[in-house]
């Protein structure tokens, strides 16, 4: 039987401020609490209106949420960062579970930019004998309630065995390249079907448990900060007119002159039209302040191609960054500096 176990959603807090919470959200239900105007009716908000207004105490959603260790492996941050992602609700806690069928499936965690998606669910089996092999999939589909739909490319799956081992209960992910087009908040619902078993080369597995475990998460916008550069720089060997360099604190987009990334076209012998990259604006890092080096080791791009005249080339960090420190963009494998102003 489908059911969401609302006693179980605020695992990571001590019992009264459970309990407290639980009777909070009670009452926001039946009308007897008000919502504070002209804020989001998030979690996040209801949480911290129910702490001060109940007990009296001013609490961060920093000492309420806590990040989940696969969250920290896909986006790795200090633990100050990962306050500072929660605050400004880059990085949030999703307290979703639903069960059904003899499956529970429990929202983790979302993390989000303007210009990527992540979602990080738990599927457990209630058979503790299942096992949830390599190859195995959750089918599902998404409803974006009428609006656009916010992604210009989407993956999911279910974590590599190598990162977690193979039991009743594994972590999933979504991931999501998010397009320019919609900048407006909307919420997506997410409706999971069946739990399949791996299949043979392109074919689907068969279906182990079908159901419907439906979850309800918020798409939004988080701004980059926007450095207009409009100098050239020598990019091996060719002159590049870097027009702006886009950062959040775990995404970045690169904007150059489309007759610039033409000539490293040819340099490279490559066709950008066919979805090639060019190997010397790879960018490798950034430089703070201080002079020391945050190098990548997993870039990841997101997407890459002409839009407007220009070349715009848009990843994926594989660790946070601190924007207010960044001075330079490291490009190419000789990490040459496009400094920003």
Same mark, same amino acid.
């Given at each position: 039987m489908k059911n969401r176990n609302w006693s179980s959603e605020f695992p990571e807090v001590p019992e009264f401020v459970h309990q407290t919470v639980l009777s909070t959200l009670e009452e926001l239900n039946c009308g007897k609490v008000k919502r504070v105007k002209h804020m989001k009716k998030r979690t996040i908000v209801i949480l911290a209106a129910a702490l001060v207004a109940i007990l009296g105490t001013t609490v961060s959603a920093t000492e309420i949420f806590n990040w989940n260790e696969r969250a920290t492996e896909v986006f790795e941050a200090e633990e100050e960062q990962q306050k500072e992602l929660v605050m400004d609700q880059i990085a949030q806690e999703e307290y979703q579970t639903v069960s059904d069928s003899g499956l529970t499936i429990r929202a983790v965690q979302t993390i989000q930019d303007i210009n990527c998606f992540y979602a990080l669910f738990e599927i457990t089996a209630e058979n503790e004998e299942m096992q949830i092999v390599p190859g195995s999939n959750m089918s599902f589909s998404i409803d974006y309630q009428g609006k656009e739909n916010p992604f210009s490319m989407l993956g999911c799956g279910f974590v590599d065995e190598n990162r #977690? $081992?193979? /039991?009743? /209960? @594994?972590?999933?992910? &979504?991931?999501g390249t998010k397009t320019d087009t919609n900048k407006e908040d909307l919420n997506m619902t997410i409706q999971f079907t069946s739990l399949d078993a791996p299949g043979e080369k392109a074919l689907e597995g068969t279906k182990i448990l079908e159901g419907s475990w439906e979850f309800s998460l918020n798409v939004h916008t988080v701004d980059a900060v926007c450095f207009e550069v409009n100098k050239e720089y020598q990019v091996a060997g060719c002159n590049v007119m870097v027009k702006a360099v886009e950062l959040t604190p775990i995404s970045v987009k690169l904007i150059c002159d489309e007759s610039s990334a033409r000539e490293l076209e040819k340099l490279e012998g490559i066709n950008i039209d066919q979805a090639d990259s060019l190997r010397s604006l790879f960018i490798n890092g950034v430089k703070y302040n201080d002079g020391s080096i945050i190098e990548e080791? %997993? !870039? #990841?791009?997101?997407? =890459? %191609?002409?839009?407007? %005249?220009?070349?715009? $080339?848009?990843? @994926? !960090? /594989? @660790?946070? &960054?601190? =924007?207010? $420190? =960044? &001075?330079?963009?490291?490009v190419g494998e000789n990490k040459e500096e496009i400094e920003l102003p």
């Open positions: #977690q $081992k193979v /039991s009743n /209960s @594994r972590y999933y992910e &979504i991931f080791d %997993g !870039f #990841q791009e997101l997407s =890459v %191609g002409f839009e407007n %005249g220009n070349y715009e $080339k848009t990843a @994926r !960090f /594989s @660790r946070v &960054i601190n =924007v207010e $420190k =960044v &001075i330079a963009l490291l």
